[in-house]
């Protein structure tokens, strides 16, 4: 909608009134093609993240291209979900699973990280660590942005949620390293996200953390770049990855403790 106003006793002359009727037809154009792309965009951020979907609408769709980026990468999962497939329906699971990822999500964000795809009941993340920027700072970030998931997850899932379920318990693994960030997948189906050995190996680092029980692990990678005080959780071999791997964890505030 355009508006015009004028303070001139009398207000508009008819010429003038017929001049701006011209020029309002003429902006619907612009205007239309305007909220058209408002809409792409935001469908796009909400669908593939705040940062990839303008990337997309930017014309970076060609298969095969991406760019080397150094991140922290965040990998988490639900203890136990997998059983409640059996027992619920349908609905309360996706309930749930929004709840959950409503939680991590605010989290995540909140601290500069952005959410990459969703597996299952599990979520792949990264916290970017842009040129100049110190390591340091983005494992914080994600470190601090775990603590709040755990905390937001435990809220998010009530009781009345649960129904009489056992509690959902919640891991997540972080990881520092290079990843390959652009579009990868079939001619007809892409997907943009990262991919590398650092990939695979957050997610080896998640699956230990689920054998030992603990709600977090963190990568021998990860503790240098955060510089704080860790315990170490001593050398593990990953599934896929040669030779072991230190591996750490926080010394679990109460919000870690689920």
């Known amino acids: ?13 008819a010429p003038e009134i017929e001049e701006l009727t011209g ?6 154009i612009p205007a239309d093609m305007f909220a058209q ?28 291209t991406g760019e080397e980026i150094k991140a922290i990468l965040w990998s988490s999962d639900l203890r136990g979900f997998t059983q409640l497939y059996d027992r619920l329906s349908g609905d309360r699971i996706i309930i749930m699973l929004n709840a959950v990822f409503d939680a991590q999500a605010i989290a995540i964000e909140s601290h500069g990280g952005e959410i990459l ?10 916290f970017p660590i842009t040129e100049g920027a110190e390591k340091g700072q983005a494992a914080k970030r994600a470190l601090a942005a ?15 949620m649960l ?22 997948g079939a001619a007809a189906r892409r997907d943009f996200t990262v991919i590398g050995p650092a990939v695979n190996l957050v997610s080896r680092v998640e699956a230990v953390a689920k054998a030992l029980d603990l709600p977090i692990a963190v990568s021998e ?34 919000a870690l403790l689920v």
Do not use: W
Request: proline letters at 6%.
């Open 23 to 28: 020029i309002s037809q003429r902006l619907a």
């Open 163 to 184: 129904a009489g379920e056992p509690p959902v318990r919640m891991v997540v693994a972080l990881h520092c390293g290079t990843v390959v960030y652009g579009n990868i």
């Open 146 to 160: 775990a603590g709040e998931a755990f905390a937001a997850v435990r809220h998010a899932l009530t009781e009345a």
């Open 221 to 254: 990678a990860f503790a240098r770049a955060y510089g704080g005080p860790l315990r170490s959780l001593g050398r593990h071999e990953l599934r896929g990855l040669g030779g072991s791997h230190e591996l750490f964890a926080p010394e679990p505030p109460a």
């Open 117 to 126: 795809k969703f597996i299952g009941d599990g979520l792949l993340a990264i």
């Open 1 to 13: 909608m355009a508006t015009y106003v004028t303070d001139r006793p009398g207000g508009f002359t």
């Open 37 to 64: 792309r408002a809409v792409a965009e935001n469908v796009l951020k909400a669908y593939i993240g705040q940062t990839t979907g303008p990337r997309v609408l930017a014309g970076q769709i060609r298969r095969g």
